[in-house]
């Protein structure tokens, strides 16, 4: 996948003492400590990633906002070793009904849009950076929202071990089949273009993670992809357009008006304003 950095910095002095010497450092969210890379599966080992995590500054609202909403809308992610399944999100939500999932939701303008706007769907939002994440949980506080669950974590990992899926064949991801998985739907909104050409390899949407989504996403479920960068757009309608299972609303190398659905935040209009075009892509989960 895509090279990455990670490195997580106490947010507040009052969090409990750690060692940055000795590679560990406390979880914003547990307070409990952490390996530097916690996001990484195996304890270590550098792995490419789609994001350099820069958290930049982090208000003392957002810091309350941990302390005060995440056992109310967080989820702390749960390494492999330690579950036998994957987590029951009827028992997180107290019901069953379809889900959706956001992968990267920045400060979360859409999810917190979507949830208020169709609350007999379930939402839950996944993003590393976490000034994003607390602005998030300020704001679902303030709606009294009830049907969004969030992870300040990586979606790759989340995805395979947190989300159930059918099985897979002998062969895991390169196997080839797939059956269908729990999602109603899957948004990715402007991940990051990483727009030079020895970047590329880190980009989110390649083979093997298109072939991960598919697998979550239960028969007629959707994927949905907005980007305003074409050389991007070209790479996604190359990958997905040849992902079994998946079929373009619009046909091969189709885009679609923005949907309803799907606000324009405040970053669209500011590249709208600049004259940059955005491509909405709509995938529905079909037979292979």
Known sequence: MRCWVYWLWPIKPSLPHAHPADGILPDPMTSRPVARKPFTVT?????????VLRQGRFSSAQQRAFDQHWPRFGLDYIAPESRTLPRDFDAVFGRSAPRVLEIGFGNGEA????????????????EVHAPGVGRLLNALARDGSGNVRLYHHDAVEVLTHEIASGPLDEGGLDGGLLDEGMLDEIRIYFPDPWHKKRHHKRRLLHPEFARLLVSRLR???RLHLATDWQDYVEQMWDVLDATPGLRNRDGPRG?????????????????????????DLLYDRAES
């Open 43 to 51: 304890p270590g080992q550098r792995e490419i990633r789609s994001f």
């Open 111 to 126: 999810l917190r849009y979507a949830a208020a706007h169709d609350p007999a769907r379930d939402y839950i939002g996944i």
């Open 219 to 221: 028969m007629g479920g």
């Open 255 to 279: 885009h679609v008006p923005r949907p309803e659905w799907r606000p324009q935040t405040h970053f669209e209009s500011r590249g709208r304003r600049l004259g940059h075009r955005v491509w």
